[in-house]
């Protein structure tokens, strides 16, 4: 029998169960391990959450996850969200300013 160890499958060409991580509020490390693949799961993230329709997650799921992540990650997140889709920021404002509070000290020095 051949005994080698299968290639690694890259995150970019793994499919991501969005609604199962914000079920569990839990991220595995595998997609965490680089800054890089922390961008890429950040970017999918946001196509993700601007998709699906209303009511598929709640913002305390959506922030939980956050809550995980880097927060030069967490900033990407909003930022991205931007630059996607200015005008969901009014959905998603209790959660962005909750978030950008925590950050105002380090913005503005």
Do not use: C, W
């Not at 079920?23 to 998709?51: C, M, N, W």
């Not at 909003?78 to 209790?94: G, I, N, V």
């Amino acid at each position: 029998m051949n005994s080698q160890p299968k290639p690694s499958v890259p995150f970019a060409a793994q499919a991501v169960a969005f609604d199962e991580l914000l079920a569990s509020g839990k991220i595995p490390q595998d997609y965490l391990t680089t800054e890089y693949v922390s961008q890429q799961f950040v970017e999918r993230l946001v196509h993700y959450v601007l998709s699906v329709p209303a009511g598929s997650y709640t913002m305390a799921q959506l922030s939980h996850l956050l809550e995980q992540i880097d927060p030069r990650a967490q900033v990407f997140f909003f930022k991205r969200l931007k630059e996607t889709s200015p005008e969901s920021l009014k959905h998603f404002a209790p959660l962005y300013y909750g978030f950008m509070n925590e950050f105002h000290s380090l913005l503005f020095t």
